[in-house]
């Protein structure tokens, strides 16, 4: 069993720069590939995105690419999103993922986060 608490949301202004954390538990965390994904209001959530056990392995949605970083440090069960130059777009809850292969936790984690606030004003 994984749980997963983000953090490191909030409200900032378009152009800012924001880095969520999400905290996993369990002595198993460096064997997981780990995913953060978004929800709009009204909209379905979306990937954004994703990394392999050992942090070589990176993935993202087009639309954040060049914006957005994804790290992990399995020394402290914790994976990050650096969002730089953010966008109103970019409005939504984020929630961080985790399951076992880098294609799975794409298109079935078996675990989520329960999600944390990011809020860009124009």
């Known amino acids: 069993q994984v749980q997963l608490v983000e953090s490191g949301g909030g409200l900032v202004q378009a152009g800012g720069s924001l880095r969520l954390s999400c905290a996993a538990s369990?002595?198993?965390?460096?064997?997981?590939?780990m995913g953060w994904f978004r929800q709009a209001p009204g909209k379905e959530r979306e990937f954004v995105a994703r990394?392999?056990?050992?942090?070589?392995?990176?993935y993202y949605v087009d639309s954040v690419k060049g914006r957005f970083t994804i790290s992990r440090d399995n020394a402290r069960n914790t994976v990050y999103l650096q969002m730089n130059s953010l966008k109103p777009e970019d409005t939504a809850v984020y929630y961080c993922?985790?399951?076992?292969?880098?294609?799975?936790?794409?298109?079935?984690?078996?675990?989520w986060g329960q999600g944390t606030q990011v809020t860009v004003s124009s």
């Open positions: 993922a985790a399951a076992r292969t880098i294609v799975t936790v794409y298109s079935e984690p078996d675990y």
């Open positions: 369990g002595r198993t965390f460096s064997t997981y590939a």
């Open positions: 990394i392999d056990w050992s942090g070589s392995m990176l």
